[in-house]
């Protein structure tokens, strides 16, 4: 979960690729500010069509980077390439792509939000890499508010989604979550000390009551509960993007709204009704982030699509392959609508 350029990784076998960076130039963002000198960073994986529709789509999450999703992507893997181009695109504020610590706007980094990451995104597809249409757009956590985001702003172009563990508007429990999240990154007094204190915060989310009380954290290796918060928790924290990055990401999950695209004229419901990919929904039974009541309201609003909720104790983790049962769970799911012809199936539309 954390930053890697090639690493071999012993438990999937997965052998990840160096990620590339496209230079954007000006973006304007939803707030009406300008952000210069953007770049985004990505990765390919498979080779696209030369009419740029067998692409897939997989938006970072969270402190993640373009390899993040390297667990389901791969030859006779659920996003397979050997029939798909599978491009993980990194959020504004993963250390990667345009970021407080590597824009020369520092700490007057501006407001992102999910419409402008999906903004950047649509420009490196469309303008970069030829891409005409998504045969899926998939994400976990923040990468599922960014899948809901590129339905509703681009309609025409989305044939499936499927957001793992997220929604399309941040409610108000999660918004409890990142007041906590962003005031432990705030308060760093350095050697990391803010960002370990974020990491033991979302642990405190990530895994249901369950999993605590039947000590699963022992499934991964570790000896205890101190084991576990350090090794695992802190580390993800300190290895990753630098604390004033983590606070430019908390504030774009606290703005994901797919109201807020223009348009919808600030109503979540009718971005909702205006999706016209086959969606199938990937709640997890104990997600304490993002709750499955949530995603059965929008599963209600979605024209076309089912709700899949994904069992077992490891709560929102379970959307990143936390264990073996859920890597095959939401691998069936993703393969079963891969293989279904969209309801949205037509010319490609920008």
Known sequence: MGHRDR?????TGVVTVDHQVYEIGELPLLSGEILTRARIGYAVQGRLDPDGRNAVLCPSFFGGDHTGYDW?????????????CVITAGLFGNGVSSSPSNHASGADFPLITPQDNVAAQH????????????ALVTGWSMGAAHTYQWAVSHPGMVRRIA????????????QVFLT????????????????RAAGRVFAGW?????????????????????DYLTRFWEQFFVAGP????????????????????????????????????????LPAALDQ???????????????????????????????????PADREFIGRVLRGLLARVPTSAGAPAM
């Open 7 to 11: 690493t071999e990784l012993a438990v």
């Open 72 to 84: 389901l992507i791969g030859e006779g893997r659920p996003l397979d390439t050997g029939r798909y």
């Open 123 to 134: 420009r490196l597809l469309t303008g970069h890499l030829g891409v005409t249409e998504l």
């Open 163 to 174: 957001p793992v563990c997220g929604s399309a508007v941040t409610s108000e429990h999660n």
């Open 180 to 195: 906590g999240l962003a005031a432990a990154l705030a308060a760093d007094g350095g050697a990391g000390r803010g960002q």
């Open 206 to 226: 990530a895994a249901s009551h369950p999993f605590w009380a039947g000590q699963a954290y022992r499934e991964l290796g570790f000896t205890d509960r101190e």
């Open 242 to 281: 630098a604390a004033a990055d983590l606070l430019s990401m908390v504030r774009t999950w606290e703005h994901a709204d797919v109201g807020a695209t223009p348009g919808c004229d600030g109503s979540a419901e009718a971005a909702l009704s205006s999706v016209t990919a086959d969606a199938v929904l």
């Open 289 to 323: 982030c993002f709750a499955v009541s949530d995603e059965e309201r929008a599963a209600g609003l979605v024209p076309h699509t089912s709700l899949e909720v994904i069992p077992g104790v490891w709560g929102h983790l379970a959307g990143a392959g936390a264990s």
